[in-house]
């Protein structure tokens, strides 16, 4: 980026790495085409890094503000540029850590001098990763308020050139199934989300690629969001392809007022660059979600391998079922027991309960400390499930205070799973929600399943969702902090708010409802394209599936399962001797393996959205270990072979597979071959190099 003649902030390049000589190249380009044009200046000719709304610039603006003039007219011009070691760390928001990396980064400011608004653009770089971490704060210097109605983190500009877009749609139980479309001319694609989480419908990811980019060729670039509110990623093509790319809160329904000498923050926005396609992207950002977003301790330790007993017995327990289930599970080789939903107030079902956070006695005599001691004496840790943003109007909490839901006047609130939302923007409901839980998390609670299961409506205010947002955040800051040692996982109906500002305060969120093998290989998939496999819930469940009905192997759901955070949810006191010996066979087998699935890189090496099955394979660092987990999602009978090609080894080393030696370019490049002519059929198959 250069500041232009007029002060303007413009964009040169983004791209591949170029020596210097070539970027005065780019900008002596620019100026001779600009010096020709007959309106002379004009902004709609250059690339800018953070285009306003009013002047010569007639694409959308990245941000828009609605001044005391009763206007909406802004201008930004550059007042200063400093650039300090280390990240940034934006008040109240997750963010990119920077643990023990190289960081810079640099802070350009700029003012609109007739508003005397500042907008300060900040951009993190490593000399680790290859990503650029964008966000923007804002300051009003005046002395009267100013709406701010759009703040996008970050913008880019691309040249003309034919581009797709890669993005990640979905519903409850079919989240993130990846999509692919062409950018055509003069087109405005939105992807975004404003059902009040991140959401189940579109995740705020999105990858822009060359068009003939695939899993391990081309130009990619990938937008990550680090939020957990409403978002959009935004692309505008014009006549000749040339693309703006704006990631950031949602403007549909945002709405900010600064009051002078206030301060907006937006959340960051991750741009990572690949001239590998989209594997490329995706092994940077899961590599940098890693090492560089948790600040759990949990976050790159060994977790314990889990049994929840939600479809096991959903709200119909009791206490002795619950030891029994954990008796199982300990002889199985499972650490954590974990009471999911129906353990406090009257929550029988889920008419009921949500906001009382005290424990339902006649269901659980010896309380959740006692319970919690019963299960430690069993062997395993005591973990719970809790949903601590929701209230049913069938309470206690809403009977107390029924003033304290999202809400207008004059309105009924909207139900949704026959729940309302608290009002996180107010501290003393927070203040409410940190002491009750923190009560139950003092009572031997070594880990937490975080739900949150609506979307949001009856907004009160716009720009309602981002204060909503922070005051989630607050909630989560304060009780992480307070209860380090707890292992917590999100979770939103299943996958609907699994995001990077999520695995900022947990380190795991369940992936999905759907437990389906079969249905969870393509779940699985599109997750990681963005988020590694260490952040993954994943369980083994019954069949027939509670979800679709489907019948599958025990070895198959345990094989799909086994790279993510492993664990069980079904009743392993109605599994068969030959059912739970697979399972403590498969119990070591991760043990063994973890290490790699969690913090190998993962290659796609079959997509189950292009073709019947999956093979997704883990590389250790040090490319010694390698392993490809293959999957049948639909079997042919007398199928051809599957030549399935491991990518990453060492071409040049030799790789056991069990009792066979290979050559890591044989391996590579001939294959390994599987014949998915049976239902059901998977493979775990482990090299080692000799
Ligand atoms: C949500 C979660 C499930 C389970 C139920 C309990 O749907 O995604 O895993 O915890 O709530 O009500």
Redesign the pocket.
């Known amino acids: 980026m250069t500041v232009g003649e007029h002060n303007d902030l413009l964009h040169y390049y983004y791209g591949k790495k170029l020596a210097d000589r070539e970027y005065k190249a780019i900008a002596m380009k620019d100026e001779n085409q600009c010096a020709f044009l007959p309106e002379g200046y004009t902004l709609e000719n250059y690339r800018q890094e953070y285009p306003s709304y009013g002047y010569s610039d007639l694409k959308s603006p990245a941000y828009d503000v609605f001044n005391s003039d009763g206007n909406n007219i802004s201008m930004l011009k550059v007042t200063d540029i400093k650039i300090k070691d280390g990240v940034y760390n934006p008040c109240g928001l997750p963010h990119i850590l920077q643990k023990d990396n190289t960081a810079q980064t640099s802070y350009i400011t700029l003012c609109d001098e007739v508003i005397n608004l500042e907008v300060t653009l900040i951009y993190t770089v490593f000399d680790e990763y290859d990503v650029i971490i964008r966000s923007a704060e804002f300051k009003n210097l005046s002395d009267k308020p100013i709406r701010i109605d759009r703040a996008y983190s970050s913008c880019l500009e691309l040249y003309t050139e034919k581009r797709d877009v890669i993005y990640f749609p979905g519903s409850w139980a079919r989240e993130r199934y990846m999509e692919r479309a062409e950018i055509r001319h003069g087109e405005k694609i939105d992807i975004s989300n404003a059902r009040g989480g991140s959401g189940h419908n579109m995740n705020p990811f999105a990858i822009v690629c060359n068009e003939n980019a695939n899993e391990n060729y081309g130009e990619a670039i990938g937008f990550s969001l680090i939020y957990s509110g409403n978002h959009s990623t935004y692309i505008e093509s014009d006549a000749d392809l040339n693309l703006r790319i704006m990631q950031g809160i949602n403007p549909q329904d945002f709405s900010y007022t600064l009051n002078p000498n206030e301060n907006l923050e937006t959340p960051q926005s991750v741009i990572c660059y690949s001239l590998n396609g989209i594997g490329g992207v995706s092994r940077e950002l899961n590599r940098l979600y890693r090492n560089n977003l948790c600040r759990s301790k949990w976050a790159n330790k060994d977790r314990p391998i889990l049994i929840n007993n939600?479809e096991a017995t959903y709200f119909d327990f009791t206490e002795d079922k619950l030891v029994s289930l954990a008796k199982t599970a300990k002889e199985t080789g499972i650490e954590l027991f974990v009471l999911?939903?129906g353990w406090f107030g009257s929550r029988n079902d889920?008419f009921q309960g949500l906001g009382d956070w005290f424990v339902n006695k006649s269901k659980l005599p010896s309380g959740i400390d006692g319970l919690s001691q019963k299960i430690n004496d069993v062997g395993l840790k005591f973990g719970i499930?809790i949903e601590p943003e929701m209230v049913n109007p069938n309470s206690d909490l809403f009977r107390a205070h029924p003033d304290w839901v999202i809400h207008v006047p004059n309105r009924q609130p909207t139900l949704s799973r026959n729940q309302l939302i608290l009002d996180l923007t107010r501290k003393e409901v927070r203040d409410y929600i940190v002491k009750s839980i923190s009560n139950i998390l003092s009572q031997g609670v070594s880990y937490v399943?975080w739900?949150m299961?609506r979307p949001m409506t009856d907004m009160p205010r716009p720009g309602y969702n981002y204060e909503y947002t922070l005051g989630y955040y607050d909630i989560l800051d304060r009780l992480t902090k307070a209860f380090p040692h707890i292992l917590f996982e999100g979770?939103a109906?299943?996958g609907g708010r699994f995001d990077p500002g999520m695995l900022y305060y947990m380190p795991q969120t369940?992936t999905s409802?759907d437990s389906d093998a079969a249905e969870r290989l393509r779940i699985q998939y599109g997750t990681s394209i963005v988020y590694p496999y260490s952040s993954m819930g994943a369980h083994v469940s019954a069949v027939p599936n509670h979800q679709i009905g489907r019948i599958t192997s025990f070895e198959m759901r345990c094989d799909v399962a086994l790279p993510g955070q492993f664990g069980f949810e079904l009743d392993l006191n109605k599994c068969t001797d030959h059912e739970l010996e697979i399972a403590k066979k498969k119990v070591r087998e991760y043990r063994e393996l973890q290490e790699v699935f969690h913090k190998g890189d993962c290659y796609r090496l079959k997509s189950p959205f292009e073709t019947d099955l999956s093979a997704v394979e883990f590389v250790s660092e040090d490319k010694k270990t390698a392993v490809v987990c293959i999957s049948s999602y639909k079997a042919t009978a007398y199928s051809p072979d599957e030549f399935i090609k491991p990518q990453g080894l060492c071409e040049n080393a030799t790789y056991r597979i069990g009792e066979n030696s290979y050559d890591g370019k044989y391996l590579m490049n001939y294959g390994i071959v599987f014949r998915n002519d049976r239902e059901n059929k998977s493979e775990i198959i482990v090299m080692r190099a000799e």
């Open positions: 939600w999911d939903d889920d499930w399943k739900d299961n979770c109906s299943g369940w409802d």
